[in-house]
């Protein structure tokens, strides 16, 4: 994984006030459960300005939550493939979403899903992607998107709870 996302990833939170974290994909898909791994592994770790959702394959399903939280940022996480090599993750803006012909496994496209939420929470919208080495029916990330998820939980970590946020005190659950 290049260390251009942890930058990336820094720059994006800049401004941060309030966070929602959304793992996309499939459990029984092999390396499509890669950002649902990575929400778990946040669970408990992250403060009460920052929602974790674990949407499977129905981040439609969480639009309501997303609304009601109202969010300054939206972070999916998702398998795709993007010609990358497998466990390598890329930071992509939700605008620059037509200028991919990644290929994701869900029924709505990410693209007009990100609108949505653009459209009525202005927040700032970012899908970080993660190229999968095997999305065959079966339990269990590869190798490699096992390490991406491990890198990228620690990044996310960082940027979520070790700087400071300006962060409004009210909490939502």
Not at 7 to 22: G, P, S, T
Not at 38 to 52: E, F, H, N, R, Y
Not at 145 to 172: N, Y
Request: with cysteine; aromatic share 6%.
């Amino acid at each position: 994984m290049s260390d251009s996302v942890g930058k990336e990833l820094k720059d994006w939170f800049v401004n941060a006030e309030k966070i929602v974290v959304a793992g996309i994909g499939n459990p029984i898909r092999s390396d499509d459960y890669v950002g649902l791994k990575i929400v778990k592994a946040l669970q408990g770790k992250v403060p009460d300005t920052v929602c974790l959702l674990e949407c499977e394959t129905v981040p439609e399903s969480y639009i309501l939550d997303i609304e009601q939280f109202q969010p300054t940022h939206v972070l999916l996480i998702d398998a795709a493939f993007l010609e990358l090599k497998p466990g390598e993750a890329q930071l992509v803006a939700a605008e620059r979403m037509v200028d991919y012909s990644a290929v994701s496994t869900h029924a709505l496209p990410l693209r007009i899903f990100c609108e949505h939420i653009k459209k009525v929470t202005g927040a700032k919208i970012g899908l970080l992607l993660i190229e999968p080495a095997d999305m065959e029916f079966g339990e269990g990330l590869s190798v490699e998107a096992e390490c991406a998820a491990e890198r990228l939980t620690t990044l996310l970590l960082e940027h979520l709870v070790s700087r400071p946020l300006f962060f409004s005190k009210r909490s939502w659950r």
